[in-house]
Nanobody
Framework: QVQLVESGGGLVQAGGSLRLSCAAS????????MGWFRQAPGKEREFVAA????????YYADSVKGRFTISRDNAKKMVYLQMNSVKPEDTAVYYC??????????????????WGQGTQVTVSS
């Protein structure tokens, strides 16, 4: 129904910047929220940022506030994550996610219906 493909990951020096992209296809008109999650080796998948495709609401994990920015381009069916002032602890596989329903929170990965394949971000010190 909905397909998501991430791109833009790679190796970056601590303090540097990286921009991740997520391209959506299929029944994208059914999407209510889109977000970014990340998972480091041996750790649980964690929330990073989210937005609504209508309106201007954005949400961020405390660990990335002031450094990361989530944005969208509805016409292009794209969602972005601008990562600035990156830290070694940002190293993880980053996943784009989408959900059809409002669940009262954007932070739970189980509330999302569609997922991309992930893109690796590695921050060197």
């Amino acid at each position: 129904q909905v397909q998501l493909v991430e791109s833009g990951g790679g190796l970056v020096q601590a303090g540097g910047s990286l921009r991740l992209s997520c391209a959506a296809s299929g029944r994208t008109s059914s999407i209510y929220n889109m977000g970014w999650f990340r998972q480091a080796p041996g750790k649980e998948r964690e929330f990073v940022a989210a937005l609504t495709l209508s309106g201007d609401s954005t949400y961020y994990a405390d660990s990335v506030k002031g450094r990361f920015t989530i944005s969208r381009d509805n016409a292009k069916k794209m969602v972005y994550l601008q990562m600035n002032s990156v830290k070694p602890e940002d190293t993880a596989v980053y996943y784009c996610a989408a959900r059809r329903y409002y669940a009262g929170t954007v932070y739970r990965d189980g509330d999302y219906d569609y997922w991309g394949q992930g893109t690796q971000v590695t921050v060197s010190s």
